[in-house]
């Protein structure tokens, strides 16, 4: 959540301004190459919306993964994996696991997650 010290609009309402401005004005009056970039930007702009609306709770969620494998990081968790130190936790392993791939797909791109699975 944004700090009450910062006035509307928010830097969502501003990604989100800049992103709709080039889907709606600059797509529609470019070609090739430029086009292409004004694509990628498009999508750039569309993983910070969403990464502005999730990360927060998805960063809360992911500690909370960690430290219930008994890790304080992602390198940690690697490390405990290595050594075998939680195959005796296995199905919670890979339940974390695919929890964090989930989050992060959520914001590389919604469109690559089975509708199933969320």
């Known amino acids: 959540m944004m700090s009450e010290l910062h006035d509307v609009p928010s830097a969502h ?6 992103r709709e401005w080039l889907e709606r004005d600059v797509l529609a009056g470019t070609s090739g190459r430029l086009q292409f970039h004004a694509r990628v930007a ?3 702009l569309a993983m910070v919306e969403r990464e ?3 990360g927060a709770e998805q960063a809360r969620d992911h500690e909370t993964r960690l430290a219930d494998l008994g890790v304080d990081s992602d390198a940690e968790l690697a490390d405990a994996i290595r050594s075998g130190h939680l195959d005796d936790r296995l199905d919670e392993v890979i339940e974390a696991v695919r929890a964090d791939v989930l989050a992060k797909l959520l914001v590389a791109n919604p469109n690559y997650v089975s509708r199933d699975v969320t």
């Open 42 to 44: 498009i999508n750039v």
């Open 13 to 18: 309402d501003l990604v989100e301004a800049v």
């Open 52 to 54: 502005l609306e999730l």
